[in-house]
């Protein structure tokens, strides 16, 4: 009985740590996996680095930005894309929601 007692607490110290640290960070490595995959020309991303730029082009492994006012093309591995800031579905909606918003008021 007190073999059990002692095989209690550790057990139960483990399955803690399990759901406050480890299962939350394999979540979050799953979002930015999804994220990184999902990226499609035309979106504006912020790179781990801090710099700013537009997606021209999208391989396997890497992505080409297209940053500055120069619009001088880089390439990036994907695992240095930090997050995308807009993506192009959410621009296109915008600019239709834009579009719909002007000819009501028209």
Do not use: C, H
């Amino acid at each position: 009985m007190e073999a059990l007692q002692a095989l209690i607490l550790p057990i139960a110290f483990l399955a803690i740590f399990y759901f406050l640290a480890i299962r939350p960070q394999k979540k979050k490595e799953k979002q930015v996996k999804e994220m990184r995959d999902s990226l499609k020309i035309g979106d504006e991303i912020i790179t781990i680095g801090g710099l700013y730029g537009k997606v021209v082009k999208v391989k396997d492994d890497y992505v080409t930005l297209e940053v500055g006012p120069s619009k001088a093309k880089m390439d990036f591995a994907k695992w240095a894309v930090g997050s995308v800031v807009k993506s192009r579905v959410a621009n296109d909606s915008s600019s239709k929601q834009a579009e719909l918003k002007d000819e009501e008021d028209n």
